[in-house]
């Protein structure tokens, strides 16, 4: 469950799992998403996007899933490495904004 | 193709001094955003600039926080005075273009502590 204070929510996984990782959005106008991953003493790096009009969409080795009804979205990361542990932050932007609005994050730890 | 810099990457003051921190964009970007990441937290707009007039600085503290991108290109970030709570990772992202599917690209970030 979700933490308060300084600790984020903590997904560990072994590595070659399946990683799922979840985060709620706010803003019903919101219409594009943007998964960001960020490593310890770096700044967030762009994963995948979506936008509203579509509900899946697949890179390579992760797939975002959007649900508008419960205002939800996921990252899935396939045959989960040691070099994907980070923090991961799902973003969200409305009407054509430029500016994301980030969400709380979850750190991923991949246990060899 | 270099990615956005920012220095220093570490600043340790006593509040009440201050501090500037300094971003250069990747090349031909024409959009700047200064961005506040307080631990565990995702990161909080501060300003946004389109070449060197200021978009959006709605979330700037102005009565202590400062910015300039005098020439479009380089930025500078200031805080004076410094407070406890300004202890953070201060990033710099750019972008080619401040469309709403336009990727920003962030920099190391500068991580100031305040005592």
């Known amino acids: 469950g979700e933490s308060v204070g300084l600790h984020l929510p903590t997904l560990s996984v072994q590595e070659g799992d399946n990683s799922i990782i979840n985060c709620a959005y706010s803003n019903s106008a919101s219409d594009y998403f943007i998964w960001y991953k960020q490593e310890s003493g770096k700044g967030p790096q762009f994963i995948i996007d979506?936008?509203?009009?579509?509900d899946k969409r697949q890179g390579q080795r992760v797939t975002v899933l959007l649900n508008k009804t419960v205002k939800h979205l996921s990252l899935q990361i396939a045959a989960t490495q040691p070099g994907d542990s980070a923090v991961y932050f799902c973003?969200?932007?409305?009407?054509?904004?430029?500016?994301?609005?980030f969400g709380r994050g979850t750190s991923l730890i991949v246990h060899p | 193709e270099a990615g956005v810099a920012q220095s220093p990457r570490y600043k340790i003051i006593e509040k009440r001094q201050s501090v500037a921190f300094w971003c250069n964009p990747i090349s031909g970007h024409a959009t700047l955003y200064w961005y506040q990441q307080i631990l565990g937290q995702g990161p909080k707009l501060l300003i946004q600039?389109?070449?060197?007039?200021?978009?959006?600085d709605s979330q700037l503290p102005k009565d202590r926080f400062s910015a300039e991108r005098l020439k479009g290109v380089d930025s500078t970030l200031k805080i004076q005075p410094a407070k406890l709570e300004d202890s953070a990772v201060y990033l710099c992202a750019s972008s080619l273009i401040p469309t709403a599917q336009e990727t920003q690209y962030f920099g190391p970030g500068t991580r100031l502590l305040v005592l």
């Open positions: 973003a969200e932007k409305a009407g054509g904004s430029y500016i994301p609005t």
């Open positions: 979506i936008r509203s009009n579509m």
């Open positions: 600039f389109q070449n060197n007039g200021v978009v959006d």
